[in-house]
Nanobody, 124 residues
Framework: QVHVSEFGGGLVQDGGSLRLSCVLSGRTLSGYAMGWFRQVLGKERDCVAAISASGTATKYADSVKGRFTVSRDDRENSVYLQMNSLKSEDTAVYFC?????????????????WGQGTQVTVSS
């Protein structure tokens, strides 16, 4: 059974940093573009960062560009999101999933669906 697990969230002050991790179990994520998404209650889930299948290309939403860095380690079947200079508006639940790299939207063919996500709360 394929399962996605995200962790590393927490409470941090404005300007602080966090590193999120996503681990896929049950199948490899090698060969697939992956992305980090975030969702605030009552709003849509948006992609904030994407990394190509090869890991050589990345894309970011304008709101996080220059502050967030996405990376991957296929040997660990993991994807990471380094978040620096955090702001209160970054407060959300963060998820990782297979992504359409060109459009930065969730792929119609997912890898294990959505995990439970990890809560990031930035206090001002």
């Amino acid at each position: 059974q394929v399962h996605v697990s995200e962790f590393g969230g927490g409470l941090v002050q404005d300007g602080g940093s966090l590193r999120l991790s996503c681990v896929l179990s049950g199948r490899t994520l090698s060969g697939y573009a992956m992305g980090w998404f975030r969702q605030v209650l009552g709003k849509e889930r948006d992609c904030v960062a994407a990394i190509s299948a090869s890991g050589t290309a990345t894309k970011y939403a304008d709101s996080v560009k220059g502050r967030f860095t996405v990376s991957r380690d296929d040997r660990e079947n993991s994807v990471y999101l380094q978040m620096n200079s955090l702001k209160s508006e970054d407060t959300a639940v963060y998820f990782c999933a297979r992504v359409n790299f060109a459009t930065m939207t969730a792929s119609a063919s997912s890898l294990g669906g959505w995990g439970q996500g990890t809560q990031v709360t930035v206090s001002s």
